[in-house]
C-alpha cells in the first residue's frame, strides 16, 4: 500500500465504497468467526404503538438475528449498558458441547453481567435450524432483551424439502408495565399476578388501541408499531422460520387463505404435515414452507393468537405482501378469526403430529437407566404464591452450580438429592391439593454420565378449581426424544407401553398440556450443568425448574470470565477503575497472603490494575510471574503500554503473542503502529485482522482508520471508513482528524458536516479537531459556526474544547472573543491561561 494525498471526488468516493462493500461482504464470509458486539441498555419503545422502556440490544428490541453456518463459531461481546440490573444472556437450542459456561444461565454456569461490565460468549453452532437467544436473569426476557439464530447448512449440502426464499418470523407477548413492577407481584403477599398481555407481537411490532390507554404516550401512527410486511413473489415457495419468544402465551400462527407445511421443529427435520394453524409455545420454533400459489391481485393477512388461555388480547397481524402490490396495501378481508382457544384436544394432535423425517432418524435408546416423574403443582411457601415439582420449589444459588462443583464448594447448593417422583397412586390431580404448602431447595439431580434418563412431566389442577395451565419445558445442553403425549394421570406402569419408539422426533422444547402429561428421553452425555424449566417467564420465577448435573468431572478449566461475582476479582476491577493504586497494591499484599497470586483470573486482573494505574513496571512483574498468561493477560499490558506512550513495548510484546489476538489487542498494536507512524507493522496487523475474521469490528476497522490516517495514508483510511456499513462518532472522528492534521480542509469539514446530517452528534473530539484548522480571517466564520454549535451541545465550557476555540479566535484576530470564550471556560487549566497570556502578547 501506498501513501496519498489525494482529495477524492463525490463519484470515485462513491464508487470506492461500493466496491470495498462488496469486498468486506466476501472477508466475512470466509472468516467463518462471527462477531457480534452488543451493548444491553433500556430505551423507549413503542412496540404496540404504546410508548414503554425496554431492554434492547443496540437500541433495537427484538435484537439482531445471528446468521451462521453450521460448524462456524459466534463470538458475542456483551456489554451491560442498564444502571442497575446485571444481565445474562441463554443461546436457547445451542448445546455448547465443550462450552457449558456459555449457557449463559444465571446461578448454573455464570455468575450475571454487572452493570457496566463486558462479557464475551464463544460457542460452536453445530446443527443447523431456527433457534432463539434471550435474556436469563430474572424477567428480562419479557421486556425485550431476545432474538433468533439461523444456523444453515454448508454449502454443498442439501435439505430434505426445496424452496426459494425465506423469511424469519418471531412471535411474542407484550406488557406495557415493567418487568420489576411484575415480579415484584409475584413475590407479594397477597399475590399480584402479572396479568394477561396487552398486545401480541410480530417481529417486535403489535397495535394497541390506544383509545384505551389510560396514561403514557400511545401513538398508532408510530412507525415503530406499523404492521410488519413479508413479501412474495407469485408461485415461490418461501420458508418460514417461526419462533416463540413468549413470556406466557401459547400462540397460534396462520396465514390467511394458506396451507403451511411444517418441516423443521427445534432444529430437527420433521416428516411433512400440512396445518392451517400452526400452534407453537414458549421456546419452541419451527420452520413451515408457504407456498404463494393464491389471487396475486391482493395481500393478505397473518395472524398470531392466544390459545390455551382465555384470550384478553388481541390478535397480532401481519401482511403477506404478492409483489407488486404496495406492501402496505391492506388485505380486503377482516384477519382470520383464529382457532378455539380451548381445543386442547386439536393442540395435542398437532404434538403428536410432529415427528422425525423418515431420513433424519436418530435411533432412540432402548430403555431408560433412571426414570424422574414431576408433578407440575401451584402451591405456597410461607404465604407466597409459588410453582413446585414434586413439591419443592426451585431457587438459585447466588454461586453458580458449575462454578461450585468444579472447585468443590459444597456449601453452595442442597446436597439432599430432590425426589424422583411422587405420590401419584394418592394424589388426585383433577382437583387443587388439599395442602398446598411447599419447600424450597436448590438441590440438583446428579444423573450418571453417558446414562439415559426418562422425564415424565405430570400436570394438574392449579390452585384454581377446573384450571390446569400449558407449560412449555426446555432443556439446556440437550436434544430429547418426544416419546408421548397422554391425558389424565400418567401410569409407569401401562403408559410405557404407548411410547414412540420408531419415529419420536428430537426437541429442545415441548409442551405439558393442561390435565396431561408427556413423557421425554435423553442421553447425559454433555459434560456440564443444565437447567430444565418451565419456558414461562414468571412460571421459572416462582420456582418451576430444576437443575441436571452429569460429568462436570470431565469439564475442562472454567474461564476466569464467568467468575465474576467473586469479591477479590469485583474489587481489584473497581480498583482498576478508579486507577486507585494504593488499594489495588494493598488488595495485592492480601492475595500473597492468601497464596493465590497466581490464580489466573486474579492476576489479570491485578496486571490490568497496575496498567490502568500506569505502574507498567508492576504490571510486568505480574505479568513475567504468571505461570500462565492467556488473551487478557497479554491485553491488558499492551494496553497499558500503549496508552501509556511506550508504543515500542507494546509492538515487542504483541511480537511473543501466544494466541489469535482479540479486538482489544488488535486496536491497541494499530494505536502503536499509528504513533510509531509504522506503516509496514501497520500493513502486516491489517492483512492479519482480515486473516482471522475481525475486520467486521467496528473497534479494529476504526483503528485501522486511524493508523492510516496518521500515516497519511489517506486512500486506505477512506477504503475502510467506506466498508463499515453504519460508521459510528468514533469512525468518523479518525477520518475528520486524520485530515485536519494533514492540511486537508475542505475533506475535514465536508465529513464533520456529513456527521451532522446523518444524525451523528459530534463530541469534543470531534469540534477540536475542525475547529483547530481554522487558523485565519478567512477561517472566522467557520470557525464562529462550529463555535455556536458547540455552545448547543454545551462543549465550549469545557477546557478540552474551550482552549482550541480560545486559539481559534485568537490566530484569526478576533481578540474581544477570546475574552468572551476564556470567561466561558468553567475549570481553566495550564493551557487555558497560557493561550490566553500569548494572545495578548
Known sequence: ?????????????????????????????????????????????????????????????????????????????????????????????????????????????????????????????????????????????????????????????????????????????????????????????????????????????????????????????????????????????????????????????????????????????????????????????????????????????????????????????????????????????????????????????????????????????????????????????????????????????????????????????????????????????????????????????????????????????????????????????????????????YNPGADPGSYNLRDPIMKNTVALHPMGWTALRFRADNPGVWAFHCHIESHFFMGMGIVFEEGVEKVGRLPEAILGCEKLGSLLHHCSKLKSLSHGASLHSALIKSGVEHDLFLSNHLLNMYAKCGKLEHAHKVFDEMPRRNLVSFSALISGYDQSGEPLMALNLFSQLEFVPNEYIYGSVLSACATLLALSQGEQVHADVIKTGFFDVSFVSNSLISMYMKCSCFHEAYSIFGTIAEPNSVSYNAMIAGFAENGHVENSLELFRLMNQRGLRPDQFSYVAVVGICTSKKDLDTGVELHCQSIKLGLDITAFVGNVILTMYSKCGSIEEVEKVFNSIIEKDVITWNSHSICHQ
Not at 300 to 320: C, G, L, M, N, Q
Not at 400 to 425: C, E, F, I, S
Not at 431 to 443: F, G, L, Y
Open 1 to 489: 500500500m501506498s501513501s496519498s494525498s489525494k482529495c477524492f471526488s463525490a463519484a470515485e468516493i462513491k464508487l470506492l465504497l461500493l466496491l470495498l462493500c462488496a469486498c468486506a461482504s466476501a472477508v466475512f464470509v470466509e472468516a467463518r468467526v462471527h462477531h457480534h458486539k452488543w451493548e444491553i441498555s433500556y430505551q423507549f419503545k413503542s412496540s404496540d404503538c404504546y410508548r414503554k422502556l425496554a431492554v434492547t440490544i443496540n437500541g433495537q428490541t427484538p435484537g439482531p438475528t445471528i446468521v451462521a453456518e453450521q460448524g462456524d463459531t459466534v463470538v458475542v461481546e456483551v456489554k451491560n449498558s442498564l444502571l442497575t440490573e446485571n444481565v445474562a444472556i441463554h443461546w436457547h437450542g445451542i448445546r455448547q458441547i465443550g462450552t457449558p459456561w456459555f449457557d449463559g444461565t444465571e446461578g448454573v454456569t455464570q455468575c450475571p453481567i454487572v452493570p457496566g461490565d463486558t462479557f464475551i460468549y464463544r460457542f460452536v453452532v453445530d446443527r443447523p435450524g431456527t433457534y432463539l437467544y434471550h435474556a436469563h436473569y430474572g424477567m428480562q426476557r419479557s421486556a425485550g432483551l431476545n432474538g433468533v439464530i439461523k444456523v444453515m447448512v454448508p454449502k454443498g449440502v442439501s435439505e430434505p424439502f426445496k424452496y426459494d426464499h425465506e423469511h424469519t418470523i418471531l412471535l411474542n407477548d407484550w406488557w406495557h408495565n415493567s418487568t420489576y413492577e411484575q415480579a415484584v407481584g409475584l413475590a407479594s403477599v397477597p399475590f399480584v399476578f402479572v396479568g394477561e398481555p396487552q398486545s401480541l407481537l410480530i417481529n417486535g411490532r403489535g397495535r394497541f388501541n390506544c383509545s384505551l390507554a389510560t396514561s403514557g404516550t400511545c401513538n398508532a401512527t408510530n412507525p415503530e408499531c406499523s404492521p410488519p410486511v413479508f413479501t412474495v413473489v407469485p408461485g415461490k415457495t418461501y420458508r418460514l422460520r417461526i419462533a416463540s419468544i413468549s413470556s406466557l402465551s401459547a400462540l397460534s400462527f396462520e396465514i390467511e387463505g394458506h396451507n403451511l407445511t411444517v418441516v423443521e421443529a427445534d432444529g430437527h427435520y420433521v416428516d411433512p404435515f400440512v396445518v392451517q394453524n400452526l400452534y407453537i409455545y414458549s421456546g419452541e420454533t419451527y420452520s413451515v414452507l408457504l407456498k404463494a400459489d393464491r389471487d396475486p391481485t391482493r395481500n393478505y393477512w397473518a395472524a398470531s393468537h392466544v390459545v390455551s388461555r382465555k384470550p384478553a388480547t388481541p390478535p397480532a397481524t401481519a401482511i403477506i405482501n404478492y409483489y407488486p402490490n404496495p406492501p402496505l396495501r391492506s388485505p380486503r378481508s377482516a384477519a382470520p378469526p383464529g382457532p378455539a382457544w380451548n381445543d386442547t384436544r386439536t393442540r395435542i394432535a398437532q404434538s403428536r403430529s410432529v415427528r422425525a423425517h423418515p431420513d433424519h432418524i436418530q435411533p432412540v435408546p432402548p430403555k431408560p437407566d433412571r426414570v424422574i416423574i414431576l408433578l407440575n403443582t401451584q402451591n405456597r411457601v410461607n404465604g407466597r404464591m409459588r410453582w413446585a415439582l414434586n413439591n419443592v420449589s426451585y431457587e438459585l444459588p447466588h454461586t453458580p452450580y458449575l462454578v461450585a462443583l468444579k472447585h468443590g464448594l459444597r456449601h453452595v447448593y442442597n446436597r439432599a438429592p430432590p425426589p424422583d417422583t411422587y405420590d401419584y397412586r394418592g394424589y388426585d390431580i383433577r382437583v387443587p391439593q388439599k395442602n398446598p404448602n411447599a419447600t424450597t431447595s436448590n438441590a440438583i439431580y446428579r444423573v450418571g454420565f453417558g446414562s439415559t434418563v426418562d422425564v415424565v412431566l405430570q400436570n394438574a389442577n392449579t390452585l384454581t378449581p377446573n384450571n390446569s395451565e400449558t407449560h412449555p419445558w426446555h432443556l439446556h445442553g440437550h436434544d430429547f426424544w418426544v416419546l408421548g403425549y397422554g391425558s389424565g394421570k
